[in-house]
C-alpha cells in the first residue's frame, strides 16, 4: 500500500496560516476547524512570518520583474518557432 501525502494549495496554506496569527483559537481548535496537524499549523505559520520580510523588501517586486522577462522571452521564441514552422510547412508543400 502506497503512502499518499496529501497536498495543500498556498491559497489554503495562507488561509490557515493567517489565522493562526490572529490568535483567535488554539492549535488544537485551529487543527479541528481546518483538519491538518497542528505540527503543519506551526509551520505554515513560520513560514509566513519568516516570509513577510519578503513583501516589504522588493525581492517579491523583483521576482515579478524577472517572471515578466521569462514570459516575453518565452513569447519570443514561440514566435519564433511558428515562423520557421510556417516556413517549413511551405517548403514542403503542406
Known amino acids: ?23 483567535e483559537l488554539t492549535l488544537a481548535q485551529l487543527a479541528t476547524k481546518h483538519g491538518v496537524h497542528m505540527t503543519m499549523i506551526s ?29 516575453e522571452k518565452l513569447h519570443a521564441k514561440i514566435g519564433q518557432l511558428v515562423v520557421e514552422r510556417d516556413f517549413l510547412a511551405k517548403a514542403f508543400g503542406r
Do not use: C
Open 1 to 23: 500500500m502506497a503512502n499518499t501525502r496529501k497536498r495543500y494549495s498556498a491559497e489554503f496554506k495562507a488561509k490557515v496560516a493567517l489565522d493562526a496569527l490572529k490568535g
Open 43 to 71: 509551520t505554515w505559520r513560520k513560514q509566513a512570518v519568516d516570509g513577510m520580510a519578503s513583501v516589504f523588501s522588493g525581492k517579491a517586486e523583483a521576482a515579478e520583474v524577472g517572471r515578466e522577462a521569462d514570459v
